[in-house]
């Protein structure tokens, strides 16, 4: 039976800096519901809380149109068909992803939206995550923006993040020394202990500077999640031809970007700085998931699944990712469902 009312958040108005209580609204809505043909009703059951949210919220065009006032937040997430229109490619129970938004109940098209059939060692949950765009990006940014190669050192920022925790695995995996970046003591233990990278340092640390200097006498690869300082000071540490990977800038999406200093490094190093958005590879998203999915198989990859309950509380959750207060992937959870295929696991 479905529900009397259905909840949707909506992009209220556009943040100045960090994301307020009046960046979102709830609405709640009369359940009129119905797929017509080739269409899909859905009930969305996670939803994927993703750094980048914040930058689709400015008022340009980045990779992708700015979020429009009144919208329904822009979100991808897992969801299970409640009832397929004439002519649909899906049926009722399928599991599947798109995006979804932040949407209890939704009709799409449905070659808008994704079957999934999860393969052997992984989890549901990972299509938003190692199978998923995250992952993907960890991927792509090593092997063919970093091209790292077994033996070079290799450095992550956000290292205790969802891409971040990907990239620096992927990266022990190929064979590199990896030193990973994070926020606390307790995200740097859980990267050398659990994740085995070679060195974690906080960069909150009064000594960081120092501590870096120290285990990074010179970096290959610099996979960059978060810009700014951190980024001004990798540059310090240039090896000849090094690769930076320009995967995002998370310390200054709230706010005005400061600009670098040691950036003349790159011209005496011959260092190479490119950035790349990981829709660039749908072509090649194929050849990585299989990858990932052998690794995930084989038990190399170790992921945290960090969730939330509720869409109500998906506004406070999204804070999480510029705060540091998540580690590994940030999803929040609408509701466990039945789905047609009784070997998914919810
Ligand atoms: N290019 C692409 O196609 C692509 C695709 C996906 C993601 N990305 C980028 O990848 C990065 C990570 O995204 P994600 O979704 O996986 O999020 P995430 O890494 O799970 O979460 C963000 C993490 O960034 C760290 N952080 C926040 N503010 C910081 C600051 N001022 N200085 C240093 N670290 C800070 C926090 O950890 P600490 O506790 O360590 O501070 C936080 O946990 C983002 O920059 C995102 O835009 C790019």
């Known amino acids: 039976m479905p529900p009397a009312t259905y909840k949707r958040i909506l992009f209220n108005e556009r943040p100045e800096g960090d994301i307020t209580s009046t960046t979102f609204r709830t609405e709640v809505s009369p359940f009129d519901l119905k797929p017509g043909e080739g269409e899909v009703l859905v009930q969305v059951i996670y939803l994927s809380l993703d ?10 065009k980045t990779y992708m149109e700015p979020l429009q006032i009144g919208e329904v937040m822009r979100s991808g997430g897992l969801a299970v ?5 004439k002519g649909s490619k899906l049926a009722e129970g399928d599991l599947v992803t798109g995006s979804v938004g932040w949407r209890e109940y939704g009709v799409f098209r449905s070659t808008e939206l994704r079957k999934l ?7 549901t949950l990972d299509w938003l995550g190692a199978l998923g765009t995250t992952g993907l990006t960890a991927y792509f940014g090593l092997t063919d923006i970093g091209k790292l190669k077994a033996g070079e050192t290799l450095v992550v920022s956000g290292a ?6 990907l990239a620096c695995q992927m990266g022990k995996i190929l064979g590199a020394r990896v030193v990973a970046i994070a926020g606390s003591a307790d995200k740097c233990a859980w990267l050398e202990s659990e994740l085995g990278v070679d060195k974690a340092l906080n960069y909150k640390s009064p000594n960081f500077k120092q501590q870096f200097k120290d285990a990074v006498p010179h970096l290959d690869v610099y996979f960059d999640n978060v810009g700014g300082e951190i980024l001004d000071l990798a540059l310090t540490r240039l090896n000849m031809y090094a690769r930076v990977v320009m995967c995002g800038a998370i310390s200054e999406y709230n706010a005005r970007p400061k600009g670098l200093q040691n950036y003349q490094n790159i011209i005496t190093q011959r260092a190479q700085l490119r950035g790349f958005i990981i829709f660039d590879y749908t072509k090649q998203y194929p050849e990585g998931l299989a990858i ?6 084989e038990g190399k990859i170790k992921r945290k699944f960090h969730v939330v309950e509720g869409i109500e509380n998906a506004p406070e959750a999204l804070p999480l990712l510029y705060s540091g207060g998540n580690t590994g992937k940030l999803y929040v959870r609408l509701m466990v469902v039945k789905v047609a295929d009784p070997k998914v696991k919810l």
């Open 51 to 60: 750094a980048a949210m914040r930058a689709w919220m400015r008022p340009v």
């Open 81 to 85: 068909v409640v009832e397929a229109g």
């Open 117 to 123: 059939q999860t393969p052997p060692g992984a989890e």
């Open 160 to 165: 205790a993040g969802a891409t971040g925790s």
């Open 292 to 297: 990932i999915a052998k690794w995930l198989a």
